[in-house]
Nanobody, 117 residues
Framework: VQLQASGGGLVQAGGSLRLSCAAR????????IGWYRQAPGKQREWVAS???????NYADSVKGRFTISRDNSKDTAYLRIDTLKPEDTAVYYC????????????WGQGTLVTVSS
């Protein structure tokens, strides 16, 4: 499944943003989807996943501010980020993931989120 993340941009701290993850294949609805991010100078990290049935899982560092969702009719997943912080500045990626939230595909370009203080 090939996924494309979009929706990033420059946002002030405290604001909100919704990222989208669109699939080009109908098999999207049969895959768990994960969001990852890579901040400048840091390793890529997993932040959230959503299973086919809608159950979700979050990294402790983003619980309460990040909300992952999906719309299988649109072959699209979303990541809403509330109360943005400068440390959320990163390139965000989406991927089909396995039961351990490990990525199953190659990395795309991602979408850049920049949070100004």
């Amino acid at each position: 499944v090939q996924l494309q993340a979009s929706g990033g941009g420059l946002v002030q701290a405290g604001g909100s943003l919704r990222l989208s993850c669109a699939a080009r294949e109908i098999t999207f609805r049969f895959n768990a989807i994960g969001w990852y991010r890579q901040a400048p100078g840091k390793q890529r990290e997993w932040v959230a996943s959503i299973r086919v049935g809608g159950s979700t899982n979050y990294a402790d560092s983003v619980k309460g501010r990040f909300t992952i969702s999906r719309d299988n009719s649109k072959d699209t997943a979303y990541l809403r980020i509330d109360t943005l912080k400068p440390e959320d500045t990163a390139v965000y990626y989406c991927q089909p993931v396995d039961l351990s939230d490990r990525p199953l595909s190659s990395w795309g370009q991602g979408t850049l989120v920049t949070v100004s203080s």
